[in-house]
């Protein structure tokens, strides 16, 4: 099934003509849970992953733990319908197998930038222990050419056993997607846009607040950015306010671009706008329309910090340098 967003409560460049100048494109990866495969473009499924080819490890130190989630214990329960059984740490220390997340294949998503040397696919990996007082993640992006891949003799029939998960929604639910490209607007704070349309756009907000009350479209809301996973486009700085975001491997001047944003919620309270037309009953409006549940807000069951969204960036001049990652 396909996933169509519906038209915008509001035309924003009726009421600020100047946003043409700044409009880009996102594509909405809408995830929700299937059986996707080794060749498909998913979150959470089976990675394309030549059997000769060393699986990525993490070696940092780890924060110890006392008690985890098992997968296939996540897995049972979620099946279930119940929450999984905690269990005490066994871990010895030493290197932790990553955890596959999400591939992306350019024949699939359209916008999806080049890697390196023409790369067509893309992998995100996490490491699924954390790191330091802070409990931080270390992440891992694979390029590869999709067709030199698929060209490999034998692939890996399942990746290494991980350890135990210190949160149930470590894991991945296996998600299809379905592919949508959106217009897209910058976030409006300090010096995303202009001063004087950032102003505007202020007390337009207010304006539709004492006028509409709940029911209000905001910019920020449902004008600009839409939740959830989606590639390229602008990123949202909810959480931390904009960031400033160069490349540390080269003196480019031009900002890193976003390659992708992981979303831990595809539906909140303030993004009802943006929920499918496929999601929703016809015969109702606003957010009573919307047909509620799990799979709908958190298809993937992943969460990137409370609150926020995983972006990552890679460098325009050189896309094989380190990307840099950010939760906003």
Known sequence: MTRTTPSRPVSVEVVFPELAAHRGRTTRLHPRPGRPGMRDSHVGGPMLWPAGEPWPVCDEPHQPETEG????????????????????????????PFMGLAQFFRR???????????????QLFRCPLTHGPYLERRYVLRWRRAAETEAAEDFLA????????RWEDELPEPCVLH????????????????????????????AQTAQHGREAPSYQSDLSIPPGWRVGGFPGWASTGPLT????????PTPMRLL????????????????????????????????????????????????????????????????????A
Not at 69 to 91: F, M, T
Not at 108 to 122: H, N, Q, S, T, W
Not at 158 to 165: E, G, H, K, V, W
């Open 108 to 122: 699939d998503i359209p916008g999806l930038a080049a890697g390196p040397g023409g790369a067509d696919l893309v």
């Open 69 to 96: 989630y098992a997968p296939d214990e996540i897995r049972r329960a979620r099946a279930a319908g119940v929450w999984p059984a905690s269990l005490s740490w066994q871990g010895e220390g030493g290197p932790v």
């Open 158 to 165: 399942a990746p290494p056993q991980l350890p135990l998960l």
């Open 245 to 252: 975001v160069d490349c540390a491997s080269c003196a480019t």
């Open 260 to 327: 992708l944003t992981a979303g831990g919620d595809e539906l909140d309270g303030d993004s009802h706008s943006w929920v499918p037309l496929e999601d929703r009953d016809p015969s109702l409006q606003g957010r009573d329309a919307i047909r509620f549940d799990r799979t709908l807000a958190t298809p993937t069951r992943l969460r990137f910090g409370r609150d926020r969204d995983l972006h990552v960036f890679t460098c325009p001049a050189a896309p094989g340098h380190p990307p840099r990652w950010l939760l």
């Open 179 to 206: 592919p949508e490209q959106v217009v897209t607007y910058p976030w409006a704070e300090d010096d995303t846009l202009p001063a004087a349309l950032i102003a505007r756009i202020d007390a337009w907000d207010d």
